[in-house]
């Protein structure tokens, strides 16, 4: 399975952007780049996913590097509700998900 | 449209003992991966079913099992509990069947195991 390293955690400010990175050196040609999060006793949620290009949604932005060896999930101003784990995970065709440890963002007021 | 849901939400078990929880995936998917999530870590993959069947298994052993019904509900059953098997144990729904690794997962809360 193609893996990811990411940061144990980091910290941001209230309202500020922050720049979640994830390295996937591995990644082949057919895996996608998926981020989710997981919101203290709840399960992951979607957050955003893309292929080669860069992609926005409500929730976030993804930027993926030219060579697709890396990612980084943005959150363009960070709220206290984003304080989770965020996940970076690739995914093929063959139908599962595999989680790292993640990312534990913790945003201060 | 309903999300997934996953039953009892929490239990509390004795080593030996066997477990069946239970997930209603959310309407118009067709697929359910179970994971199992220790405190402090990411969820493990245990295994997805599509059209009824076991569709790919992560490193989990046979006492470890699982079924889906035509509704595209599915249960999780763990026979002869073991201490270690404490932990949040996660469904995820989605719509596969295209061979895409675009597919995206929508997971209930969980059911919190205690196995004393």
């Known amino acids: 399975d193609a893996k990811t390293t990411q940061p144990n955690s980091m910290e941001s400010n209230e309202e500020e952007p922050v720049h979640l990175p994830c390295n996937h050196s591995?990644?082949?040609?057919?895996?996608?780049i998926h981020w989710y999060r997981q919101l203290p006793s709840q399960g992951p949620e979607y957050v955003i996913h893309?292929?080669?290009s860069n992609v926005n949604n409500r929730m976030a932005s993804l930027a993926i590097a030219e060579d697709r060896k890396s990612s980084t999930l943005i959150l363009h101003r960070a709220t206290l509700r984003d304080a989770a784990v965020y996940y970076c995970?690739?995914?093929?065709?063959?139908?599962?998900?595999?989680f790292g440890a993640g990312t534990r963002l913790t945003v201060k007021p | 449209e309903t999300g997934v849901t996953q039953s009892p939400t929490h239990l509390i078990k004795t080593r030996g003992q066997q477990v069946t929880l239970r997930c209603s995936s959310q309407?118009?998917?067709?697929?359910v991966s179970w994971y199992q999530q220790a405190l402090g870590q990411g969820p493990q993959f245990i295994f997805q079913?599509?059209?009824?069947?076991?569709?790919g298994r992560g490193n989990f052993p046979p006492r470890f099992s699982g079924l889906q019904f035509p509704n595209y509900s599915s249960e999780l059953n763990v026979n002869a509990l073991e201490l270690d098997d404490s932990a949040l144990y996660l469904c995820?729904?989605?719509?596969?069947?295209?061979?895409?690794?675009?597919?995206?997962?929508?997971f209930g809360a969980g059911s919190r195991l205690t196995v004393l």
């Open positions: 995820a729904s989605s719509l596969e069947g295209q061979g895409s690794g675009a597919n995206v997962l929508t």
């Open positions: 591995t990644i082949s040609g057919t895996d996608y």
């Open positions: 893309g292929l080669t």
């Open positions: 995970i690739l995914r093929d065709r063959i139908n599962d998900m595999r």
């Open positions: 309407s118009g998917h067709n697929t």
């Open positions: 079913y599509y059209r009824e069947e076991e569709n």
